[in-house]
């Protein structure tokens, strides 16, 4: 069946029809403006039915297991009668633009539960890795009944702070072979953690698991809490023994609980629309800039010019925006014409 209207997408996706869902997600992501349209509307009549879920965000060091352990806690969540929507945001090639999308591949057990819905969305270089239109594929999935929202991150650079902008919990995954420079990892990640799991204690390793934990829980200690009412623990846990997942998820709901009462779940959801739509903003502007005849006629003199080493990038950059100036200008001026005219 093929959806041609707001209304019939907003209907079904309320339905739990997953290929509606599926759809829908395309035309968030697509850049055409007839498709931005019907998105655009359909969202607006799914907003009073989203909010409802957990929002997890999980990150980790290169071959942390993410996305074993994801799978592992999506069956267990599952188990339990949960409804699971995995948001993996693949990196996109900076040479082909193409993205790996193999985490469908990489979760066999969970992509064939109908109660799991795995989205593999490219990056699409967007700044932090997430991919851009990820926020309102997490609404269309809470409106479709999924109650626990993951969110991967490709684990590299920004992509931990624009996960961490939009989700309730964060969680990051750790190795159990903790050395003198803690993996690698950096101040401002930690900083963001709502816990630590350090991942692949299996039985063999535990003993290295057990000292990680120390390391990390004395680096969490000299950090400033996010909260007052929350310090980040540090747990430990084996994704292919299935062991130490039902603590983990205690503690994400123990988390949801102290932030309800305090009012702090609320209040950071809000300044996270607000951040929301700030970047959305920043993103359409850009579209619109780059859309004008002018501004793409600017760009391509001032490249010309920078590879004949002509200029300098400051330069070229002050060119580019000089038409845009310009342009302004030669609009305040066809406005002020045109009310002239009407006046008389």
């Not at 290295?208 to 623990?233: C, G, Q």
């Not at 850009?286 to 200029?311: C, D, T």
Request: net charge positive.
């Amino acid at each position: 069946m093929r959806y041609k209207t707001a209304e019939e997408y907003s209907s079904e996706i309320l339905n739990g029809n997953r290929l509606a869902l599926s759809r829908a997600i395309t035309l968030v992501e697509s850049t055409k403006s007839e498709h931005q349209k019907i998105a655009g509307e359909f969202l607006n009549k799914l907003i009073p039915h989203t909010g409802k879920s957990i929002r997890v965000g999980i990150t980790g060091v290169p071959g942390a297991g993410k996305s074993t352990f994801i799978e592992t806690l999506g069956c267990y969540l599952i188990e339990n009668r949960h409804k699971v929507a995995v948001l993996a945001i693949d990196p996109s090639s900076t040479v082909s633009g193409g993205s790996i999308l193999a985490d469908k591949t990489r979760m066999e057990k969970l992509s064939v539960s109908p109660n799991a819905f795995i989205r593999p969305s490219p990056s699409s270089s967007h700044l932090g890795g997430v991919a851009q239109k990820t926020r309102e594929t997490m609404l269309l999935c809470e409106a479709a009944g999924f109650d626990v929202i993951i969110i991967e991150t490709i684990g590299v650079g920004q992509s931990e702070v624009t996960a961490a902008s939009m989700v309730d919990f964060f969680l990051v995954l750790m190795l159990p072979n903790a050395g003198d420079e803690l993996q690698g990892i950096k101040k401002g990640v930690l900083e963001l953690a709502d816990a630590i799991a350090i991942n692949k204690a299996d039985s063999k390793e535990i003993e290295k698991a057990l000292l990680a934990k120390k390391v990390y829980e004395n680096a969490m200690h000299i950090l400033t809490p996010i909260s007052k009412n929350w310090m980040p623990p540090v747990l430990t846990c084996s994704a292919l023994e299935k062991r130490g997942i039902d603590e983990i998820w205690k503690t994400i709901l123990k988390h949801k609980e102290i932030f309800e009462q305090s009012g702090e779940l609320i209040k950071k959801r809000k300044e996270q629309e607000i951040n929301w739509m700030w970047a959305m903003l920043d993103a359409n502007l850009k579209n619109y800039i780059f859309s004008m005849p002018a501004v793409k006629k600017a760009i391509s003199e001032a490249k010309h010019a920078l590879q004949e080493g002509k200029i300098t990038p400051n330069s070229a950059a002050n060119l580019i925006l000089d038409s845009i100036t310009n342009r302004s200008q030669n609009q305040e001026s066809q406005d002020a014409i045109s009310g002239l005219v009407r006046s008389r």
